[in-house]
């Protein structure tokens, strides 16, 4: 794995140079926050955040997104026939996606791109997409990578990682992709000798920064039913609202909702983000909801991402530990909390408590 | 307003203990700075979770909505006041609920308070009105006037109008609060610069309703945004759709609004959506010298009527 420096010039220009090859997105500051946003021409990516309010997960699965159009002119041959729209996607560049959130693509990944079904939307997005991450000098407290399958040097996601030493800038090409935009940009100067020895000292710091953690090694272990069925459920979920805050800053939240949009005799058929926190997310088209209840929901979101993914793939949780939906939920639920729950939950002993008491 | 921590617990002990509620709702310490949780205690070791400090900024009547059994709850004034609005609109009834009215010297603006920290805050420590934020490496002492959220900086009703058990002595009310200002500096606008100003506020929404659904008064079992059979409003983020969502949402508060600020608070990206809801109680005071949740005897000025209405063309 090749290690490249990169110095102030060579960095500006190269994304320069970039831009007339992709759609390039990084942080950009806005009021208090840091939000993903394609950068205009001289537009520089600010790399002075910890990290960005929403996921970067619009870049490749937009909020709203038009799959199909249609017409309802009974005097065209293709009256009522659906019709997918151009579905090409410019070559994308994510520069400075911090580990976390670019571990989120591979695991939405196992859900849009299966052996049995293919999302072409999300696909052909995903594939015309580079990621270049930036590794976390210093956690957050509410950062727990590191108990979720990667860390704040984690290269899981990405085809180019940056470090930061001061202001020395690092780039480690981790993919044939990275290596392609490497030189495309001209990062090409070999870094010092001693670097990658800093970079690891900085790298074992950083790990030490994270100071929350959950545990989930017991999760595939649970019988399913009975952790369904466990009593804290209804107290957990008591402060929720119902939001959908925690799944629309979520990046591996990934479900959505399909919907016609008529005007005149055209129409759209879109998908739009979609929130398992809503009642609107389960209702039948008879009236009757399996969901009705604001615990079930908040169950749900849990058991989805803590144990129905864990158990269906096999590959860890549906979380990178970014803590979003902590540091955003009006209400304070805290997804470590309930999943140290639902790793320590056991069924019998839970019984005996009851019965005793 | 952290001393009132002890005096709410000892009363929910007593409330419970005596059988007079079956539950007592009240806040416990977030598991973040600035953040504490929507909590109820059904036995005393949840009791002991109960705290009060100035970060309960959540309106807790939307806890209660609809809710069988009784239940004591810790009111503040917007929240004594939305408790009123909730009984005037039989979302509960009075002898239902014990109330733990909390003299309020008002609640503090979390995003204020980060944006003046210089780095991520890691603990709050409140001493009167001197708040000390904390972080790695830096300790700053803040003067809570300088935070409060702006709600409560203009708020007439900090003590509760409503109580069964007062836990403190009334605070001070301010007399010289404007709630109004900017309300007076859009009225001035042109239309297109009205328009302009609002398409800018609501341009971050993502959607998530958590102010419709941190409010109290937005209790209606289906939203006119999630209706489907008709379906209202889009579900994109159709600028169309995403402005009838804030302004329906708006006039449906009208005359019903107590400004409590919980749906500023709940915005994950920071909306000043009390934009809306201001002018509305603005015109209710203005016009029917009215401002919600103050009185149990009568009902709120849009679903009434009065000889004397100022507008001519309903008579």
Same mark, same amino acid.
């Given at each position: ?307 129905? $993914? ?48 | ?193 009205? =328009? ?12 998530? $309703? ?21 379906? =209202? ?56 010298? =009215? ?25």
């Amino acid at each position: 794995m090749t290690l490249i420096k990169i110095d102030r010039q060579t960095w500006a220009d190269g994304i320069e140079k970039a831009k007339l090859a992709y759609r390039v997105f990084g942080p950009v500051k806005e009021k208090n926050d840091h939000e993903f946003k394609q950068l205009d021409k001289g537009e520089m990516p600010d790399f002075s955040l910890q990290n960005t309010r929403l996921s970067p997960k619009a870049i490749v699965y937009p909020q709203s997104q038009i799959m199909l159009t249609y017409s309802l002119d009974e005097s065209r041959d293709d009256c009522r026939i659906m019709k997918e729209v151009e579905n090409v996607t410019a070559p994308q560049l994510v520069l400075g996606i911090r580990p976390c959130d670019a571990l989120a693509f591979p695991i939405v990944r196992r859900n849009f791109d299966s052996p049995e079904y293919q999302d072409t939307y999300w696909i052909k997005a995903y594939e015309a997409t580079t990621f270049v991450g930036l590794a976390c000098n210093a956690a957050c407290s509410t950062c727990f990578c590191t108990s979720a399958g990667t860390g704040p040097f984690g290269e899981t996601g990405q085809d180019i990682l940056l470090m930061q030493d001061g202001d020395a800038l690092y780039a480690k090409i981790l993919t044939p992709k990275g290596e392609a935009l490497a030189a495309s940009m001209g990062w090409s100067k070999p870094a010092e000798p001693d670097a990658a020895g800093k970079l690891d000292a900085l790298k074992t710091k950083a790990e030490a920064s994270i100071t929350a953690s959950v545990s989930t090694d017991k999760l595939k272990d649970k019988i399913l039913l009975e952790l369904y069925g466990a009593p804290f459920w209804e107290e957990e979920a008591f402060s929720c609202i119902n939001c959908g805050t925690c799944t629309y800053v979520c990046p591996t939240c990934w479900c959505f909702d399909v919907q016609d949009e008529t005007h005149g005799l055209s129409g759209v058929r879109m998908r739009n983000w979609d929130s398992c926190m809503s009642p609107l997310f389960t209702i039948h088209a008879s009236g009757h909801n399996p969901r009705t209840q604001k615990y079930e929901r908040v169950r749900q979101r849990f058991m989805h991402k803590l144990k129905y $993914y864990v158990d269906k793939y096999d590959k860890g949780i549906q979380c990178v530990g970014c803590g979003r939906c902590i540091r955003m939920c009006p209400v304070n639920i805290d997804i470590r909390r309930i999943c140290d729950k639902m790793n320590r939950f056991d069924a019998k002993s839970c019984a005996c408590d009851i019965a005793s008491s | 307003m952290t001393e009132y921590t002890d005096k709410i617990q000892e009363i929910a002990k007593r409330l419970l203990a005596e059988g007079k509620v079956e539950m007592v709702i009240g806040f416990r310490k977030g598991t973040v700075p600035m953040m504490n949780q929507p909590h109820y205690a059904a036995s005393a070791a949840s009791v002991n979770e109960l705290i009060w400090d100035s970060n309960c900024a959540l309106n807790l009547a939307n806890y209660v909505t609809d809710k069988k059994g009784t239940i004591g709850i810790v009111a503040k004034g917007c929240d004594s006041r939305n408790l009123v609005t909730h009984i005037v609109e039989n979302k509960i009834r009075r002898e239902q609920l014990y109330i733990i009215g909390v003299p309020c010297t008002g609640m503090v603006d979390h995003r204020k308070v980060s944006a003046m920290a210089g780095g991520e805050i890691l603990s709050m420590e409140e001493a009167g009105d001197d708040l000390t934020v904390s972080g790695q490496g830096f300790s700053k002492k803040i003067s809570k006037a300088d935070v409060l959220q702006e709600n409560c900086a203009s708020c007439t009703h900090r003590n509760p109008v409503i109580h069964d058990e007062l836990i403190g002595n009334p605070v001070a009310e301010q007399t010289d609060a404007d709630p109004y200002a900017s309300v007076r500096r859009v009225e001035d606008m042109t239309p297109d610069e009205k =328009w302009n100003y609002f398409e800018k506020l609501i341009s971050p929404c993502i959607r998530c $309703y958590a102010c419709r659904n941190a409010c109290p008064l937005c209790y209606c079992p289906t939203c006119f945004v999630d209706e489907s059979k008709p379906q =209202w409003v889009g579900k994109s983020q159709d600028a169309i759709d995403v402005r009838t969502f804030h302004l329906l949402r708006a006039y449906h508060c009208a005359g019903r609004c107590t400004d409590c600020g919980a749906c500023e608070r709940a915005c994950p990206m920071g909306i000043k959506i009390r934009e809306f809801t201001k002018k509305l109680n603005k015109d209710c005071q203005e016009l029917y010298g =009215w401002e919600a949740g103050l009185t149990l005897d009568q009902r709120p000025p849009l679903d009434s009527f009065k000889t004397d209405d100022p507008q001519e063309f309903i008579k």
